[in-house]
């Protein structure tokens, strides 16, 4: 704001000077009034130009504003107070107020309308001129004075303001932070871990009920047992796995191929599970690398999608498919089961505790991709049903 005080001082003196010059007394009249137009115009760029470097210092030391309106009173004289350059002499009281407040504006208006009254008493003789002449560019001096106080408030209000929505924004993107690293880690802790010890948990009641069967078969008992710590081992390892993926920085760059990887993992399930899965792959491309942020959660959505299908669904078959049409990506996990219950929503899944289709449907927003789940083409069964434009993978990859 000061830096344009003195750019509109800059226009008043390069506007004003002709004329001033042209009206001035021949010879010495003429050196003075150039003279001064020079020294205040110099001073005033100066400042406009430099302000950085010398504002501070009209900040600590008020008197450099003094000299300032030492050198607008010398264009004063020399020009004279019924001239154009004489209303330069306003500015000074304005920067007083956004520089100093009310009070260096008051103590500034009053010395410049004191040293107009001054020089108008002393070099206009002409006794026609009324009082309020005399009093308009001291009455422009209060005035600016208290527009220039009145700026200050402004600004440091305004800076207050945009201050304390700073603050808010930053404890807004910390919260907002913390609840999706909270929602992250509650996602990976139940597609994992929990589902794992949920399995060590009913093999471990398998393995008790046979040891207290009246005709316990040493055999079943063995291979009860060995079923609960293969599970206690795979949760150890999926423990393990969590935390390092947690303290691991992925290289983006390093695509992952996701179609062998769905295969993959479509194989192991069924050979895990014994249950009746198919994988039908389809498209333009028999490769799609993507980032490994996105594989993750590509391959956690089927992965839940074929456990919810197994635990829940009691199908005599599933069919998983991959196809990449043009610019789109499109995966769909179908079962032939018994199919949702009617009244299933997101928000009573969340009310109720069962958070694995709230958690597919989050990993699906974070990609970028669109999740359908529901009966889809067959009116039998549930239908997992994602779609990922692979513009979203670009924009992934240059976050």
């Known amino acids: 704001m000061c830096r344009q005080v003195f750019g509109f001082r800059l226009a008043m003196i390069a506007v004003a000077a002709p004329p001033a010059l042209l009206n001035a007394a021949p010879g010495l009249g003429v050196r003075l009034v150039g003279a001064a137009v020079v020294v205040t115009f110099m001073g005033s760029y100066v400042l406009f130009r430099d302000w950085e470097r010398f504002g501070p210092l009209l900040l600590r030391h008020p008197a450099l504003l003094v000299a300032d309106t030492a050198f607008g009173t010398l264009l004063l004289i020399s020009a004279g107070p019924d001239t154009t350059l004489a209303y330069v002499s306003v500015c000074t009281p304005l920067l007083a107020g956004i520089v100093y407040g009310w009070r260096g504006a008051a103590c500034f208006a009053s010395l410049q309308s004191l040293i107009l009254l001054l020089v108008h008493a002393t070099l206009v003789r002409d006794p026609g001129a009324s009082l309020a002449e005399r009093l308009l560019l001291p009455g422009l001096c209060v005035i600016t004075g208290a527009m220039g106080s009145s700026l200050r408030g402004l600004m440091l209000r305004f800076g207050a303001a945009t201050l304390a929505l700073t603050t808010v924004k930053a404890r807004l993107a910390v919260t907002e932070a913390v609840a999706a690293e909270r929602a992250r880690l509650a996602r990976e802790m139940h597609d994992s871990v929990a589902k794992t010890l949920h399995g060590v948990a009913l093999a471990a009641d398998a393995l008790a009920r046979s040891a207290a069967a009246p005709d316990m078969d040493p ?104 196809a990449v049409h043009g610019e789109l990506l499109t995966l769909s996990v179908h079962d032939d089961g018994r199919g949702l219950p009617p009244d299933t929503t997101l928000e009573r899944l969340r009310r109720t505790g069962h958070f694995g289709l709230v958690g597919m449907v989050e990993r699906a927003a974070s990609v970028g991709a669109r999740i359908h789940i529901g009966h889809g083409h067959d009116s039998r069964g549930t239908e997992v049903r994602l779609e990922l434009p692979l513009a979203a993978l670009t924009r992934e990859e240059a976050a």
Not at 221 to 249: G, K
């Open 219 to 322: 055999a079943r008992v063995r291979q009860h047992a060995d079923l609960v710590a293969r599970a206690a081992r795979r949760a150890a390892a999926e423990s393990r796995e969590l935390l390092t993926d947690l303290r691991r920085e992925s290289d983006p760059a390093q695509g992952v191929d996701i179609l062998p990887e769905l295969a993959a993992n479509t194989s192991d399930f069924a050979q895990r599970t014994g249950l009746p899965i198919t994988y039908h792959p389809s498209g333009d491309r028999t490769t799609l690398p993507v980032p490994p942020a996105v594989a993750r959660q590509l391959l956690t959505i089927t992965s839940e999608a074929l456990e919810n299908a197994h635990r829940h669904a009691a199908p005599t078959h599933v069919e998983v498919r991959a």
